[in-house]
């Protein structure tokens, strides 16, 4: 049985680390990098940490998805995979479905059934494209299997857990000690901003900005790129109580977090990664898809409008108890063992 895994993203590399390894020992297996995230600190820097090296690296340097889906169509075509093993909602991901579907191979999604609820959301038309077009669907938790039974989708459904949880739990562990700089503050918040309704919108970027100043804590922000160049575009002051730096590789990024007393983030993942190390999280949008983590408490929306003091809204939740997992636990294996199953 021959697959191919296509990811093109920071969070779709580090998502993988234990998948990958796990198929090619038990399948005939290739992964496939799509190069939508090209820039060293957002690509290589992952796939040399989580030793995850592709077999073919496909060097798009977009994330325009006619353009990922012809480079694939050539690969795909000459491999002739049964299954292509999909993950989450990039333009990589549904470039990769279309072009399985194109040399008529079967698709395998993992993290299927994630949705906010807003078709405004850039990803959102493409999850649920892509769970359509998908012969398997991994779900993360049961929310996302209640999602796919409701919306009667054609392919099997299998609910494993979401696959950040053990890569994230494991390399915490080992991340904990990790001094970033000498001048850290003892206790600090962590922000994390990427999303294009925040970052390429002047309005909703001053307005963060205004909201973040309002906290007397110290915060600490890996700024990505997108954002970095949007701050200087528009001319926008960071507050005096946050430390800027560059994006950060996942050991480091995991000191940050595990030493943060709370995280202000628009990421899809590091949501999910904030209730596996219990530490709580305010969702800088509108929306979310990781309604699980709301439902539990441990996690609450603040977008840019809302007229409230967010320092208010920090004290409210930095002592939330958060002892509750969604996303289960070893994942790649449970994937794994139901593809073994299932495939032969
Ligand atoms: N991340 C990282 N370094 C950083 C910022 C984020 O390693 O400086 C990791 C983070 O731990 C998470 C992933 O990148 O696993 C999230 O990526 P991103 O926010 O770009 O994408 P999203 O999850 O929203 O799709």
């Given amino acids: 049985m021959k697959l191919v895994t296509i990811a093109g993203t920071r969070p779709e590399i580090i998502k993988l680390a234990y998948l990958v390894p796990l198929l090619n020992t038990h399948f005939d297996h290739k992964f496939v990098y799509t190069g939508q995230h090209f820039s060293p600190n957002m690509s290589d820097i992952f796939i040399d940490e989580l030793n995850v090296k592709p077999d073919y690296d496909l060097q798009s340097n977009t994330s325009d998805i006619p353009i990922i889906r012809d480079k694939l169509f050539s690969l795909l075509r000459d491999l002739n995979p049964d299954y292509v093993v999909v993950y989450g909602d990039t333009n990589s991901s549904m ?142 002051q960071v507050p005096s109580n946050v430390t800027i730096m560059n994006p950060l590789g996942y050991m480091d990024f995991l000191a940050l977090m595990s030493n943060s007393k709370l995280i202000l983030t628009d990421s899809g993942g590091i949501q999910e990664e904030s209730i596996t190390i219990k530490k709580p999280c305010i969702t800088l949008r509108h929306t979310s898809a990781r309604w699980e983590t709301i439902l539990l408490k441990a996690n609450i929306l603040f977008p840019p409008d809302r007229e409230d003091n967010l320092h208010e809204v920090i004290k409210a939740m930095i002592n939330a108890k958060i002892n509750k997992n969604p996303y289960g636990e070893n994942v790649a294996q449970k994937i794994v063992e139901i593809l073994k199953t299932e495939l032969t």
Avoid: W
Avoid at 124 to 133: A, F, G, K, T, Y
Avoid at 174 to 185: C, E, Q, T, V
Avoid at 191 to 219: A, C, F, G, W
């Fill in 95 to 236: 470039a990769a479905a279309l072009a399985a579907r194109d040399i008529n191979s079967k698709i395998i999604h993992v993290e299927a059934g994630v949705r906010d609820f807003d078709l405004h959301v850039p990803e959102e038309p493409l999850r649920i494209q892509i769970d359509e077009m998908s012969d398997y669907l991994f779900s993360p938790s049961n929310f996302c299997t209640t999602v796919l039974s409701y919306e009667n989708t054609r392919g099997k459904i299998f609910t494993t857990g979401n696959l950040v949880v053990d890569v994230c739990k494991d390399l915490s562990k080992i991340a904990n000690s990790r001094k970033i700089s000498d001048s850290m503050p003892k206790e600090y918040l962590l922000l994390t901003l990427h999303r294009p309704e925040n970052v390429d919108n002047q309005q909703n970027l001053k307005l963060l900005m205004n909201h973040i100043s309002s906290t007397d804590y110290p915060v600490m922000f890996p700024v990505h790129p997108r954002t970095r160049k949007n701050l200087e575009n528009f001319n926008i």
